[in-house]
């Protein structure tokens, strides 16, 4: 399991697209990053989760399975 903490944290209006492609608050650019590493944390059998509070940060985790095949659906035979 790695973990990442960012001191600025998410409004809880924001976590529900925080994994979609293309979601952003910012004024400029576009968001991609969290998109891309669900896919490819899904596509390993894995699980990514964030727990924030505005003001306090936030904190990612990500769980990848040690061993075993992985189907399509990212699920663990």
């Known amino acids: 399991m790695g973990q990442l903490t960012r001191r600025v ?3 809880k209006k924001n976590l ?7 979601f952003t608050t ?3 650019g576009i968001d991609l990053g969290l998109a891309i590493t669900k896919t490819l944390v899904d596509g ?4 990514i989760e964030v727990e924030s509070e505005v003001g306090k940060g936030s904190t990612f985790s990500v769980r990848l399975p ?3 095949e992985v189907e ?6």
Not at 44 to 47: A, E, I, L, Q, R
Not at 72 to 77: H, L, P, S, T
């Open 16 to 22: 529900k697209n925080l994994f979609e492609p293309l």
């Open 26 to 28: 910012k004024a400029k």
């Open 44 to 47: 390993h059998g894995g699980t």
């Open 72 to 77: 399509e659906k990212g699920e663990q035979k």
């Open 66 to 68: 040690i061993s075993g």
């Open 9 to 11: 944290g998410i409004p």
